[in-house]
């Protein structure tokens, strides 16, 4: 995502992480407490962040269809921001990773997508002019609604070649969309 908005000119990219809602010794008899040290590095978001973007894309790992409680209490923390309408007119994107094939990749973005509309956002997905996501010769993450991963039941799976490519179109087609917004805002 990040390296296919820095492809367009004038976007500056940030990436940041919601708060962890879990204490580490849950995490550790989950097995995540190693993949938290490993993201130590990138700076927790804090609600004013989304107010200072002009596009936001946010990423989630599924929980049975939805994304997860992290993000949700993220979410549920910006009713100041609702409030003032900070988000109104924002590109808001989404991309997930899932266990398997079939859970739940659509259903997570296409229920995150209720939260970005009531800020008004403005949801960028992936066209079908990114035709990586037809492809028939692998099982590959990536929809119109955003791309996507599957990392399998242990997480042990990166994500192919194709499906990164998917994100990185997603990426720079929304920093295109955002930065023909802004000149247009403009006029």
Not at 23 to 42: C, R, S, T, V, Y
Not at 61 to 71: D, H, L, V
Request: proline share 4%.
């Amino acid at each position: 995502m990040a390296a296919g908005a820095r492809e367009v000119a004038g976007a500056e990219v940030n990436l940041y992480q919601v708060p962890e809602t879990l204490p580490d010794d849950i995490l550790a008899n989950m097995g995540a407490l190693e993949a938290k040290k490993q993201f130590a590095h990138i700076p927790v978001a804090a609600v004013d962040n989304l107010a200072e973007a002009d596009a936001i894309i946010f990423g989630t790992p599924t929980r049975f269809g939805m994304m997860s409680a992290q993000m949700r209490a993220f979410l549920d923390s910006t009713g100041g921001l609702w409030a003032k309408g900070a988000l109104i007119g924002k590109i808001g994107s989404v991309f997930v990773s899932s266990a398997t094939q079939h859970g739940g990749q659509e259903s997570t973005i296409l229920n995150f997508h209720t939260t970005l509309l009531h800020h008004g956002m403005v949801i960028v997905g992936v066209p079908y002019s990114e035709k990586r996501q037809m492809t028939l010769a692998e099982i590959s993450g990536g929809s119109p609604y955003g791309a996507s991963t599957i990392a399998g039941p242990d997480g042990s799976r990166m994500p192919s070649d194709n499906e990164l490519a998917i994100a990185k179109f997603q990426g720079k087609y929304v920093a295109t969309i955002t930065s023909e917004m802004k000149v247009s805002c403009r006029m």
